[in-house]
């Protein structure tokens, strides 16, 4: 006796207050009030080293902007429609000019890398992301403007006495 499951649509959850991140708040909330105190005192404290205090405040309350943009980031919501594309589900209606580019440069892409890997050839990257073949182990002769030849010394040690 089959039995029919009803399903019901997942509704998102409404955080009150101050959103998701709490943590990410309330540790952006500790380092204003922190660095505004330790500033208020290098102000009106009458302190020798006044300046470091007003300094290090003000450091510390730019460092919070960091826990801020923790919490913001944390907070948006973006509706699971638009989150198709990132997990590998792509729209039928977008599947018609995108589709067919992405297939041709990947058809490009791979073409070009395995026609490398017949070849036999090594590549490296040169200066500038230049790809030039890779001469490692091979013994190249050096000309100066001067037309004259200067080989690579030998592998073997030569040692001279003082």
């Not at 006796?1 to 309330?26: L, N, T």
């Not at 973006?78 to 039928?92: A, N, T, W, Y």
């Not at 000019?97 to 026609?115: C, D, P």
């Given at each position: 006796m089959p039995?029919?499951?009803?399903?019901e649509?997942?509704?998102?959850?409404?955080?009150?207050?101050v959103?998701?991140?709490?943590?990410?708040?309330?540790?952006a909330?500790?380092?204003?009030i922190?660095?505004?105190?330790i500033?208020m005192?290098?102000?009106?404290g009458?302190?020798?080293?006044?300046?470091?205090?007003?300094?290090?405040?003000?450091?510390?309350?730019?460092?919070?902007?960091?826990?801020?943009v923790?919490?913001?980031?944390?907070?948006?919501?973006?509706p699971?429609?638009?989150?198709?594309?990132d997990?590998?589900?792509?729209?039928?209606?977008r599947?018609?000019?995108n589709?067919?580019v992405?297939?041709?440069?990947?058809?490009?892409?791979?073409g070009?890398?395995?026609?490398?890997?017949?070849?036999?050839?090594?590549?490296r990257?040169?200066?500038?992301?230049?790809?030039?073949?890779?001469?490692a182990?091979?013994?190249?002769?050096?000309?100066?403007?001067?037309?004259?030849t200067?080989?690579?010394?030998s592998?073997?040690?030569?040692?001279?006495?003082v």
């Amino acid at each position: 006796m089959p039995s029919s499951v009803k399903m019901e649509p997942v509704e998102e959850k409404i955080h009150g207050g101050v959103g998701r991140c709490k943590f990410s708040f309330w540790f952006a909330v500790a380092h204003d009030i922190l660095g505004v105190f330790i500033m208020m005192v290098g102000v009106f404290g009458g302190l020798a080293i006044h300046d470091l205090f007003v300094y290090a405040g003000g450091i510390i309350i730019f460092l919070s902007l960091i826990w801020w943009v923790f919490w913001y980031s944390g907070n948006i919501d973006v509706p699971p429609e638009e989150l198709e594309d990132d997990v590998g589900m792509i729209k039928l209606k977008r599947s018609g000019l995108n589709q067919v580019v992405r297939r041709m440069s990947g058809r490009i892409a791979s073409g070009i890398r395995s026609s490398f890997r017949r070849s036999g050839r090594s590549f490296r990257r040169g200066p500038a992301g230049v790809s030039a073949p890779s001469n490692a182990g091979t013994n190249l002769p050096l000309s100066t403007i001067y037309d004259t030849t200067i080989t690579a010394p030998s592998t073997e040690g030569v040692y001279d006495t003082v």
